[in-house]
């Protein structure tokens, strides 16, 4: 694991969390990132999930769901009892989680956001998140994102 550390990782191994890292490799630019990294992984890119940073209110929260599918905004704003969603401006996620596009992960962010979860997350034993740079994905219980973040589960992908 080493040279593979990241604040997500520290914040796992400092709790005790299983989990398992996979290093991965795709261009950052290219088109349909998330299910192109599930190729790569080897896995239904169902199991992967993408961390959107998204301001509900005005308040940033962190979207976490499905490669495979789009954000609804409404839904997630209706999860976190907002009114208006929004994503947030690339340069304001990256400064609020420390963590550059395309390797924003929802654990181990330098201020602490309310994370919601696409309730699809709970139908699988782990699942795949960021690990914190790009090129490197955690496998985990979602229901121990849950408990690590205070996640909120809803369903928030659009159909």
Same mark, same amino acid.
């Given at each position: 694991?080493?040279?593979?550390?990241?604040?997500?990782?520290? &914040?796992? %191994?400092?709790?005790? /969390?299983?989990?398992? !890292?996979?290093?991965?490799?795709?261009?950052? *630019?290219?088109?349909?990132?998330? @299910? &192109? %990294?599930?190729?790569?992984?080897?896995?239904?890119?169902?199991? %992967?999930?993408?961390?959107?940073?998204?301001?509900?209110?005005?308040? +940033?929260?962190?979207? %976490?769901? #499905?490669?495979?599918?789009? +954000? *609804? +905004?409404?839904?997630?704003?209706? @999860?976190?009892?907002?009114? =208006?969603?929004?994503?947030?401006? =690339?340069?304001?996620?990256?400064?609020? !989680?420390?963590?550059?596009?395309?390797? /924003?992960?929802? &654990?181990?962010?330098?201020? =602490?956001? #309310?994370?919601?979860? *696409?309730?699809?997350?709970?139908?699988?034993?782990? /699942?795949?998140?960021?690990? $914190?740079? =790009? $090129?490197?994905?955690?496998? +985990?219980?979602? !229901?121990?994102?849950?408990?690590? !973040?205070?996640?909120?589960?809803? #369903?928030?992908?659009?159909?």
């Amino acid at each position: 694991m080493a040279g593979q550390g990241t604040p997500a990782t520290a &914040l796992l %191994v400092k709790r005790g /969390i299983a989990h398992r !890292t996979h290093p991965y490799r795709v261009a950052p *630019d290219a088109p349909n990132y998330g @299910a &192109l %990294v599930a190729v790569a992984l080897g896995v239904p890119p169902e199991r %992967v999930f993408k961390s959107l940073v998204t301001e509900v209110d005005g308040a +940033l929260t962190v979207a %976490v769901v #499905p490669v495979t599918g789009e +954000l *609804d +905004l409404k839904a997630l704003a209706a @999860a976190v009892g907002g009114k =208006r969603a929004a994503l947030a401006d =690339r340069a304001v996620a990256e400064r609020a !989680t420390g963590y550059v596009r395309g390797g /924003i992960s929802p &654990l181990g962010q330098r201020k =602490r956001l #309310p994370i919601v979860l *696409d309730d699809s997350a709970l139908a699988f034993p782990t /699942i795949y998140v960021s690990a $914190g740079r =790009r $090129g490197l994905q955690l496998e +985990l219980a979602a !229901t121990d994102l849950v408990a690590l !973040t205070d996640a909120r589960t809803a #369903p928030l992908q659009t159909h």
